[in-house]
């Protein structure tokens, strides 16, 4: 996501709350359900023409599916909470008080910021987001972060006075993978430069020999202060190893401490694991509740919404005879993809993909079936555990998953589109997947089709495998896929790390 920077224009607030406070009127302004649907939603173009390129061209165009996000109900309700959040954290760090600057001064020095005289520290202070993987968390936070497109606001002066600061609006810092909260810390200082434009500076001092980690804990609090920090997104939070902090508590202390002394709101989002980082403790279990936890569902069947968004996304078909989904499509999609949208946007490119291929040039039900069997054969097992829909194959689905690494290759590209209100019609109709989509992509000359028109040899394919290959669909159709990818060494029970995925 690109750093926007920016002078302010101040605006005079309607909520008395927010009046008189710099950092607050120099936000944009709190988004109607429709605006924010405006600033969220991301369609690339489609021309008819197209479907007559090369197969080599419009693979390359398939690429476009990753820019396509509409917000779905959920969306609007994640939005709202952020924006309440960003400017409740605001009213007690009005840079104009001088309770302020002393808590700027003191912020690296734990035990003199513990003894500040603390103005009421807001309620709200957090947002705890989870889901399964591929349900469109990280989506719906870069969808809300967009209606905020000036992440770094620089103040000369307000009402005559003068006002040197710089203000970071948000920061989202994604967890490594190690789990450790010294590599979260770098990962927050990376993230710093990357908005503040600093050259790295932030990343050279967390990287320095001798840095500990309450020291590195210390300049985090410290950044975050100077630099007015408005809200935090901790993505993939899942990650942050048990084993590595310690336990549960110095971890929860440790964002406790943002949100209580610096203030700093924080979004925390992960899949169901998150959740156990904040029911061990009744306090932190409490606070995580405050502006509510908020689970993105998949449905269980198909419904209105999960429809749309397959006609929707269908739009997008490169194919040289596109069709619309019927309701055996629409069966199909949501049966081998079990309403992940990840899936279904995977499914409908690797799908695409085969009927340039083999010469059909159209999408069926068939090949959707063909498709999922030899291209997806990596999340049957996953899959397979949503089909049953229990609590024992749910809570097994983000380690059924395959590791990042070959997850990625089959993607290629990240995210998920996700569907849908009723003020969608207007901004996206669901219309013929024949008609154009005009969008802000460039457009290019129709060629020749010159692809092959040759069917791809699967018995080749698999007589090329390794020794030891593990079928996945093997597995998939196993009693408990979980155990016997366990037997086969695909996955282990090693380590305590809280791994997963979006």
């Known amino acids: 996501m690109s750093t926007e920077h920016s002078s302010p224009t101040y605006v005079e607030q309607n909520i008395a709350e927010y009046r008189d406070n710099p950092l607050i009127e120099a936000l944009p302004p709190i988004l109607t359900e429709k605006e924010a649907a405006r600033a969220m939603i991301l369609r690339p173009q489609i021309q008819p023409e197209e479907r007559a390129m090369s197969t080599e061209e419009r693979w390359h165009l398939l690429a476009r599916l990753k820019y396509v996000v509409i917000p779905r109900l959920i969306f609007y309700d994640v939005e709202r909470t952020i924006s309440r959040l960003l400017r409740a954290g605001y009213v007690v760090r009005n840079p104009i008080e001088a309770a302020t600057w002393r808590s700027i001064y003191t912020a690296q020095d ?7 005289d603390w103005q009421l520290i807001p309620c709200e202070s957090q947002l ?38 710089t203000q970071l609006v948000w920061l989202k810092v ?51 202060a100077t630099h007015f920090l408005g809200i935090l997104i901790i993505d993939e939070i899942q990650r942050l190893s048990l084993q590595k902090t310690h336990g549960t508590a110095p971890l929860l202390h ?35 509740s405050e502006s509510g936890l908020i689970q993105f569902e998949r449905p269980p069947k198909r419904v209105k919404e999960w429809d749309d968004f397959v006609r929707r996304i269908w739009t997008y078909q490169w194919v040289r005879e596109p069709r619309d989904p019927d309701d055996e499509m629409l069966d199909t999609v949501f049966d081998l993809s079990q309403s992940i949208p990840d899936f279904v946007v995977l499914l409908f490119k690797l799908a695409q993909q085969r009927a340039m291929l083999d010469g059909t040039e159209t999408l069926t039900p068939k090949l959707l079936r063909q498709t999922y069997d030899d291209g997806l054969a990596l999340l049957h097992p996953a899959i397979n555990a949503l089909r049953k829909n229990t609590t024992k194959s749910l809570s097994q689905y983000e380690d059924l998953l395959p590791v990042d690494e070959a997850l990625a290759k089959l993607l290629e590209f990240p995210k998920q589109v996700t569907v849908v209100h009723d003020y969608l019609d207007q901004l996206f109709p669901v219309t013929s997947s024949a008609a154009p989509v005009e969008g802000t992509g460039q457009s290019v000359s129709p060629q020749p089709y010159d692809g092959s028109t040759e069917p791809v040899d699967s018995g080749a394919v698999d007589s090329a495998l390794p020794p030891g290959y593990v079928d996945m669909r093997t597995a998939a159709d196993a009693d408990d896929p979980h155990q016997y990818l366990v037997e086969k060494g695909v996955i282990s029970h090693e380590g305590v790390n809280l791994g997963g995925r979006r």
């Open 128 to 165: 705890l987001i989870v889901g399964l993987s591929g349900s469109g968390k990280t989506t719906c936070a870069d969808a809300i972060l967009r209606t905020y497109p000036q992440q770094v606001i620089h103040h000369a002066s307000w009402r005559g006075r003068h006002l040197p600061i």
């Open 174 to 224: 994604t967890c490594p993978k190690n789990g450790s909260i010294s590599s979260f810390c770098r990962e927050f200082a990376r993230q710093v430069d990357a908005a503040l434009d600093t050259g790295g500076k932030y990343e050279k001092l967390f990287s320095r020999t001798g840095m500990r980690e309450d020291m590195l804990e210390g300049a985090m609090r410290q950044i975050a």
């Open 254 to 288: 440790f964002f406790q401490d943002l949100r209580t002394v610096l203030r700093v709101p924080v979004v925390e989002i992960g899949t169901s694991k998150a959740a156990n980082l904040f029911t061990n403790e009744m306090k932190d279990g409490r606070r995580a």
């Open 110 to 116: 734990r035990e003199q910021w513990r003894n500040l």
